[in-house]
Each structure stands twice: as C-alpha cells, then as structure tokens.
Nanobody
C-alpha cells in the first residue's frame, strides 16, 4: 500500500500563488508516476500535471502550462505543485495520485493510489 497526503491548500486572491505538497509513504516505488488532478464542484475530476519519480519527466494540461510547475524531492518522497497566477477557475479540491508503470497518468481512471485532497479557493 502507498499512502499519499496532500497539504498546502487554502484561500488566495486571484493572481496569487500556492504550493501544494504530496507526501508519499508506505510501499513507494521509483517506477511510479505521480499525478495531480483537481475537481471543482459539479465537475468531473480533471488532470493537471504529472511527474515520473525516476526520470522526472513532466506532463501538463494546456490550461496550466506556464502557470503551474510540478517537481519532486526524491529524498523526501514528496511531489510539489507550484501554482502561480491563480485564477478563480482554479478553485477546486486538488488530489495527488500514484500510478504504476503502464497506467495512463492523464486520466483519473486506473490510478493505483489516491490522497484525500486539499482545497484551493481563489477569490476574485
């Protein structure tokens, strides 16, 4: 089992920044890829960004490119999501999830492990 805990959410004004953390514990593996998803009220969970533990390859959805940066600290087993230039439409619960090799990391279906999420609220 792998446990994922997200922290760093909160209330921020439009244009502001937040950094989310996803701490992994348990039977973690360097072969995993960690993805961030988000879910706004009444909407489906959507992909935000992903990073592979070993090579550090990164993937972003179009609407966060240039504003969000995903990174990892392997020594701390932690993945970060730096979010800049936040917009009210970024308001959502943000989840991190882990995927074993072969799993499509840009959709929520099939991810092996999930955290409980952290709420990000961006006021206008």
């Amino acid at each position: 089992q792998v446990q994922l805990v997200e922290t760093g959410g909160g209330l921020v004004q439009a244009g502001g920044s937040l950094r989310l953390s996803c701490a992994a514990s348990g039977r973690t593996s360097s072969t995993y890829t960690i993805s961030w998803f988000r879910q706004a009220p009444g909407k489906e969970r959507e992909f935000v960004a992903a990073i592979s533990w070993s090579a550090g390859n990164t993937y972003y959805t179009d609407f966060v490119k240039g504003r969000f940066t995903i990174s990892r600290d392997n020594a701390k087993n932690t993945v970060y999501l730096q979010m800049n230039s936040l917009k009210p439409e970024d308001t959502a619960v943000y989840y991190c999830a882990a995927a074993s090799p072969g799993v499509r990391v840009t959709t929520p279906y099939g991810m092996n492990y999930w955290g409980k999420g952290t709420l990000v609220t961006v006021s206008s």
